[in-house]
């Protein structure tokens, strides 16, 4: 037969009481200090020399994408001997002649209208995607992506685009940074060849 301590029952009694006690008291009143991140991201940010190639990660040293960090335009930036070529770019394409699309992205599960004169990652940043990217430029894959529906250069125009092979592209697959679309499709981003 079970004794039943009565000592035992009444301490046990005791602690459940002062656990339920110091659950419901409203606490000592500390305040976690703010959060610095941002101001140290910004300094160490600072300290970083400009460069004119794009840095991998280098959304983890500011959050920038790395425009800050190129330098476009700067003087000497040209190779020697290479005429520079402007290549309109669909970003200054006028108001009126803009149109919408609607693109899938898989992966997330929404369906958004993107206009044709905004960069695909942008767009989907801007509808509250966590996508993927580092240089913003076209000049690596942390951005790539791939359409669904058949090749890349069916549905998007590339501005830009250093890094993928026709027959990548061919493929279906795009950098987001750098891809303005022209058709209505399906998008896996994360996806690199």
């Not at 200090?33 to 959304?59: G, H, K, S, W, Y």
């Not at 070529?85 to 394409?93: F, V, Y």
Request: aromatic share 6%.
């Amino acid at each position: 037969m079970a004794v039943i301590s009565m000592v035992g029952v009444g301490a046990g009694l005791v602690l459940v009481l002062l656990a339920v006690a110091l659950h419901y008291s409203k606490g000592t009143g500390w305040e976690p200090t703010a959060d610095i991140t941002q101001e140290v991201l910004e300094r160490r940010a600072a300290t970083v020399a400009e460069t004119d190639f794009p840095e991998p990660m280098n959304r983890s040293i500011g959050g920038g994408g790395g425009v800050a960090a190129v330098g476009a335009g700067e003087e000497g930036a040209e190779l020697e001997g290479e005429e520079a070529e402007e290549e309109q770019s669909p970003a200054d394409m006028p108001e009126d002649e803009v149109e919408y699309f609607e693109v899938e992205f898989v992966k997330q599960g929404e369906t958004i209208e993107l206009a044709s004169n905004e960069t695909v990652l942008d767009q989907g940043e801007d509808a509250g995607m966590d996508l993927p990217y580092a240089c913003r430029q076209g000049s690596c894959v942390s951005c790539a992506a791939k359409i669904t529906d058949g090749p890349a250069e069916e549905y998007i125009t590339h501005h830009t685009q250093e890094t993928l092979s026709d027959e990548e592209m061919d493929n279906g697959y795009t950098l987001t940074c750098v891809a303005y679309p022209k058709a209505d499709f399906a998008i896996e981003t994360g996806e690199a060849p």
